[in-house]
Nanobody
Framework: QVQLVESGGGLVQAGGSLRLSCGAS????????MGWFRQAPGKEREFVGA????????SYIDSVKGRFTISGDAAKNTVYLQMNSLKPEDTAVYYCAAQPVGRSVYDYWGQGTQVTVSS
């Protein structure tokens, strides 16, 4: 069982920045991929980006490329989502998720953190 705890959400004006953190209770060698997702009111949950611990590859959806940056600190079992140039359409609950080694799905999810971007 892996527990994920997110922090860093809040209210920010358009053009501002926030950094989300996601701490995992399991070491990184047991996790294949750490992903970030978001869900806006009335919409389905959307993949934002992911970090693959082995190899360090990172992927993003097109709408956040150049504005969001995912990074990780293996020593702290923590992944970050740096969000710059925020837009009102980025408003959502943001979740981190873990895909364990040997699995191809995200088995573990954090509780979510609210990000609100005002215009």
């Amino acid at each position: 069982q892996v527990q994920l705890v997110e922090s860093g959400g809040g209210l920010v004006q358009a053009g501002g920045s926030l950094r989300l953190s996601c701490g995992a209770s399991a070491p990184t060698f047991s996790i294949n991929v750490m992903g970030w997702f978001r869900q806006a009111p009335g919409k389905e949950r959307e993949f934002v980006g992911a970090l693959r611990w082995r190899g360090g590859s990172i992927s993003y959806i097109d709408s956040v490329k150049g504005r969001f940056t995912i990074s990780g600190d293996a020593a702290k079992n923590t992944v970050y989502l740096q969000m710059n140039s925020l837009k009102p359409e980025d408003t959502a609950v943001y979740y981190c998720a873990a895909q364990p080694v040997g699995r191809s799905v995200y088995d573990y999810w954090g509780q979510g953190t609210q990000v609100t971007v005002s215009s």
